[in-house]
């Protein structure tokens, strides 16, 4: 019987999914729409500099991602982003931010982290749109009631998809 005991406890241990982000909790409603809001403005000001080349009013609202930019780990490519799109003579791009499932967040005092499994489109002057999925954490920072995006982190080819925590 001990033995049975042992064998259901290390199996449910193994079972368990371990906490995705350590120290974070899952956002209240209210929480969780005022970090999607954020991430909502954080990609239409993406798309419109993706479209102008301008990412001087994304940085302003999101400082921090002027800074500590890994092309290769995806991880605050804004900048670059924008000039490959240029390079692109795209007309429009728009992301739909929970198109594939809604954006997990969780907090932790003055920090969040949020898990984005979205569709992009881009549109060219001519022929067919591309569309695309992305799969981006973002780590925001809240400083008096606002929230700010410090830092983002977007899957990239050959590089393991980061896990998208589950409820």
């Known amino acids: 019987m001990r033995v049975v005991a ?3 406890a290390i199996a449910a241990a193994a079972c368990a999914q371990s906490d995705p982000v350590a120290g974070y909790r899952p956002a209240s409603p209210e929480e969780r729409a005022t970090v999607v809001r954020v991430i909502g403005e954080y990609y239409d000001l993406l798309d419109r500099a993706q479209v102008t080349g301008d990412t001087g009013p994304l940085l302003a609202r999101h400082p921090g991602l002027a800074t500590g930019e890994q092309r290769q780990r995806g991880v605050n ?3 670059w982003t924008v000039e490959r799109t240029r390079a692109l003579n795209i ?3 728009s992301v739909d931010i929970e198109s594939y499932e809604p954006v997990r967040v969780y907090v932790k005092d003055a920090a969040a982290a949020a898990f984005v499994h979205a569709l992009f ?3 060219y002057p001519q022929g067919s749109p591309t569309k695309g999925e992305l799969a981006v954490r ?3 920072v809240r400083t008096g009631d606002r929230w700010v995006i410090e830092r ?3 899957w ?3 590089e393991t998809p980061p896990p998208t925590p589950r409820r």
């Open 6 to 8: 042992i064998v259901l």
């Open 156 to 158: 990239v080819l050959g």
């Open 77 to 79: 490519i804004e900048t």
């Open 138 to 140: 973002m780590d925001l």
């Open 121 to 123: 489109t881009w549109e």
């Open 152 to 154: 983002t982190d977007e």
């Open 91 to 93: 007309r429009d791009a």
